[in-house]
């Protein structure tokens, strides 16, 4: 039996088939096999014209393909559904559909070799007959595939295949809108992508002939999110295929989405003619509630033709979501085509994809009945805990939230995150959306499983708001997950430190000099609500210490105030003199004893630090602080040479600025000022800071601006008229003002990719913009061009462009080895180009071997290399990997060429 058919698999162009199994549409899906690491099952099911019994299936070859390796694996899987009494040879004859459709199912369990990416793909020998978008039909190979990525997992955890619960088989009527929805479910809790592709005949070649079923005035459009198909209306009473391809992506912490899989499913759509309408169900809107509330749905559905029953249905996600919690549709036992959807949610129905319920009513017209469809949307977001509140506790925040959390023994349950920014964002919860993200808040705890947190890292005179969320194992398998979604937030409370010590608000620089420089150190004196007199009595002092750099890590005393009581505590600022301002920056903290003994004291603060470099026509400004508030924007003076004045002449919200259109070689003088203030009420604002005063000078040390390249060749211009092994490269300029003071460009050149650019041209001229590069044996080559002005500054390099050889490889597929001299050799056509070797294998109708080589002539002259005799006339298949001459050297094609060769004598 696995003889014959891996001859209808393999060999399914050959004219001298006798018998079609006439395919009308299938899919293949997997599951991880529970304790294993790389063993599957796999099922593959198909519908099949259910008259065509003399070549029916009880068995089909499934084929194993190892994407990097290029190897292939096999397996002969038998039937299993169908009646309880068997045919005559003990194999389940699959399951009847009525109106000629026969399901068919078949089930693999397969060990793969290793971690990696595998295609699993089934072909048959042929489609149904008069399908009126595929030319010639019945003589095209039916091909359904998966890609299945198995990864390490203890990076990305192991996937199974969505779920289709609805047939790959459905019936329209012409002149109506028709809808389809495939009613996805993934266990795994993956983001699916629905779109339209084309069928194929195998893994490399799409069908051919097919066109996608609908006219200028028809509209086939599928939803990406859900795979709901609507045709707005099919015109022409005919059967129709199409393929969906439905790719699986996996939200993984720190990576994004990824992808882990895809799937395609060929299908059938029979457009009738009789005059019958569909039911109607009527419109649900899409809906999000939260785990644990009890979800119940009203659906009505109608039927305009009189007389007829109609059946309605429901299925998808919630119906086999977390047992025994699943929901139930429930019919109205009065009124026919009525039913209620209920669903009592629970704290593991949670998750980050929405669940998505199909509801199908369905009428009894005759042979072809027609049916409506409703699609569902409901997210399930988890509840949020409760009763947050924030406590200042001498320099730590304290964080509670109600204790035990409602989903705390939930199964993906996995602790808390604790969210934290500067100042308040009363946002309300989105439920269908429950996301921290864009709220201006900061993650400092994730997985945190206790109700109470001490927050440490505060400053004083900032006001710190909490939330907190619960987080769930988005993708689980024994125990391992890759990401995690969160419940709906907390409700937000903020804190700030009491303000009973000093909290520094200057750092200004009055005075830029080498020796006499002076700089403005200012702090807002303790509360005196804060500050707890009785148990801290006077006297007071402040000691203000400086270290010439940003961040006090040499700090020395420099003054003290000492007060004999809090209201004699008036001074708030100290002129630190007689330092060094032109070439570092200074810092300062303010300490506050009580007695002698130290309370507390200020974060550090520096002054700003300026830094102005000279470049052509140009200055561009740099600067740093290092202070415990927020500086919101900074304004950038200049000193006009005439007035002697500071001019303003710009605003930057960041720490830099570039003083454009200036005269080379001349002078110019800035300092920056800065407006900011701390998030905490009663703290003086804004704070106003200046830095040092500094000067450049613009000088011409920049070449000129990088041109854009483009590279041509015969491979990639068919009308190229410089001949072979030349590459045309070109450039242009991208404004210009990168052609002024232009002298001559450089041109670089590499023949492997990646190695180090040379330079090949010093001297094209500065009005040319392209040069013709003469090369041997191969085009393949990267290339950058530079410009150089008449200072001798070459600029950056352009972009590298990189141009491949354009390998050319083709085999024929009929030769007559009868020795009349004409075409009696199997070779490829000629010439080809820029192949390496090959690594081909050719077969007979038994699968067996009759010849290989890796001699790109191959030269096969119809003899079997095991015996050395002429093969007989028929059918013959091959596989042959290709190895091209590339930028990389000698690389191998990443699917290999198949196809049949007929040997005729």
Not at 368 to 393: C, G, K, R, S, Y
Not at 500 to 510: E, K, L, Q, W, Y
Not at 547 to 572: E, K, M, R, Y
Not at 685 to 696: E, L, M
Request: hydrophobic share 35%.
């Amino acid at each position: 039996m696995s003889r014959k058919i891996f001859l209808f698999v393999l060999f399914s162009f050959s004219p001298f088939f006798l018998f079609a199994t006439h395919n009308r549409a299938g899919e293949i899906t997997y599951t991880k096999d529970p304790g294993t690491t790389l063993s599957y099952t796999v099922t593959v099911t198909t519908f099949t014209k259910e008259s065509s019994s003399a070549a029916d299936r009880d068995s089909l070859i499934v084929r194993y393909y190892h994407i990097a390796s290029g190897t292939y694996k096999f397996d002969t899987v038998a039937r299993v559904n169908g009646p309880d009494v068997a045919p005559p040879n003990g194999v389940p004859d699959g399951e009847s559909l009525g109106n000629d459709i026969k399901m068919n199912i078949y089930i693999s369990h397969h060990t793969f070799s290793g971690f990696g990416n595998y295609i699993i793909s089934m072909q048959d020998l042929n489609r149904i007959g008069g399908i009126c978008n595929i030319v010639n039909s019945v003589n095209q190979p039916f091909y359904v595939e998966d890609t299945l990525m198995i990864q390490d997992p203890q990076f990305v955890t192991f996937n199974n295949s969505p779920v289709l619960t609805n047939y790959p088989m459905d019936f329209g009527v012409a002149n109506s809108v028709y809808v389809h929805n495939p009613n996805a479910y993934d266990p795994d809790g993956d983001s699916l992508h629905f779109e339209f592709t084309i069928p194929k005949v195998n893994e490399l070649t799409d069908v051919s002939g097919y066109t996608q079923p609908n006219t200028t005035s028809e509209s086939l459009t599928i939803n990406p999110s859900t795979g709901e198909i609507i045709w707005d209306k099919p015109g022409t009473c005919c059967v129709y295929n199409i393929a969906i391809l439905i790719t699986e992506y996996r939200l993984v912490q720190g990576q994004g989405y990824i992808k882990v899989g895809t799937m395609v499913r060929d299908m059938e759509i029979i457009i009738d003619c009789k005059p019958n309408l569909p039911p109607v169900i009527a419109d649900v809107h899409d809906t999000c509630i939260v785990a644990g509330a009890l979800l119940t749905l009203k659906v009505r559905s109608t039927d305009p033709n009189p007389g007829q029953q109609i059946t309605l249905e429901a299925n998808g996600g919630p119906f086999v979501a977390n047992p025994p919690d699943t929901a139930q549709f429930i019919l109205d036992p009065d009124t026919m085509g009525y039913g209620t959807f209920v669903w009592q949610t629970v704290c593991n129905h949670a998750r980050h994809q929405f669940y998505e319920v199909v509801f199908k009513a369905t009428d009894d017209y005759e042979t072809l009945p027609l049916a409506d469809l409703e699609t569902w949307l409901i997210h399930v977001a988890a509840p949020a805990p409760e009763n947050l509140t924030a406590t200042p506790q001498g320099n730590s925040i304290i964080v509670n939230w109600n204790n035990p959390y409602v989903c705390a023994g939930a199964k993906k349950f996995l602790g808390f995150s604790l969210w934290r920014r500067e100042g308040s964002n009363p946002f309300v919860n989105d439920t269908c959306n429950p996301t921290m993200i864009g709220k201006g808040y900061t993650k400092i705890l994730s997985e945190y499983n206790a109700y109470t947190y001490t927050d440490l890292n505060v400053e004083r005179g900032k006001e710190y708001c909490y939330r907190v969320e619960a987080e769930f194992a988005d993708t689980t398998f024994i125990g391992i997950y890759n990401n995690f979604f969160e419940s709906l937030a907390s409700n937000e409370d903020c804190a700030s430190l009491k303000l009973d010590v000093p909290v520094i608000t200057h750092a200004s620089v009055r005075n830029t000099d080498l020796v006499n420089g002076s700089i403005y150190v200012g702090w807002a004196k303790p509360s005196g609500t804060d500050l707890d007199t009785v148990q801290n009595p006077g006297p007071y002092q402040y000691k203000i210490y400086h270290s010439p750099d940003f961040n006090g890590n040499n700090l020395q005393l420099i003054h003290t105030v000492t007060a004999a009581g809090f209201s004699a505590l008036t001074d708030t600022f100290y002129i630190d003199t007689l330092i060094n301002t032109v070439d570092n920056p200074w810092s300062y903290k303010v300490s506050f004893l009580s007695n002698g003994d130290s309370i507390g004291e200020t974060e550090i603060a520096s002054s700003i630090f300026l830094v102005a470099t000279g470049a052509d026509n140009k200055v561009n400004l740099t600067w740093s602080e290092n202070v415990p508030w927020t500086n919101e924007f900074y304004s950038i003076y200049r000193k006009n040479k005439i007035t002697l004045l500071w001019d303003s002449i710009g605003v930057s919200v960041t720490q830099s600025y570039s003083d454009k259109n200036l005269f080379n070689d001349s002078t110019y003088c800035y300092y920056v000022k800065s407006t900011g203030g701390y998030s905490s009420p009663g703290i003086i604002y804004p704070i106003i800071n200046f830095s040092q005063r500094t000067c450049a000078v613009p000088i011409d040390t920049v070449g000129p601006c990088p041109p854009v390249i483009t590279v041509t060749n015969d491979c990639s211009n068919p009308d190229f008229s410089f001949g072979s092994f030349t590459n045309l490269i070109q450039w242009n300029l991208q404004t210009s003002e990168c052609a002024v003071d232009l002298l001559h460009y450089n041109l670089y050149y590499s023949p492997i990719e990646g190695e180090d650019l040379k330079l090949i041209d010093s001297s094209i001229s500065n009005i040319s913009t392209s040069f013709i590069h003469h090369l041997e044996n191969s085009v393949a080559g990267c290339y950058a061009v530079s410009g150089v002005d008449s200072n001798y500054n070459e600029g950056p390099k352009s972009a590298i462009v990189c141009i491949e050889n354009c390998p050319y490889y083709e085999l024929p597929n009929v030769f007559t080895p009868n020795g009349d001299d004409h075409n009696d050799v199997f070779h490829p056509f000629l010439p080809y180009k820029y192949i390496a070797k090959i690594d081909i294998k050719i077969f007979d109708s038994w699968g067996v071997e009759v010849f290989e080589t890796t001699d790109p002539n191959i030269g096969w002259d119809g003899k079997n290399i095991q015996n050395g005799k002429m093969c007989p006339d028929g059918t013959y298949y091959y596989v042959c990997d290709v190895y091209e001459q590339t930028l990389q050297g000698t690389v191998k094609w990443k699917k290999p060429l198949s196809g049949f060769i007929h040997l005729y004598k």
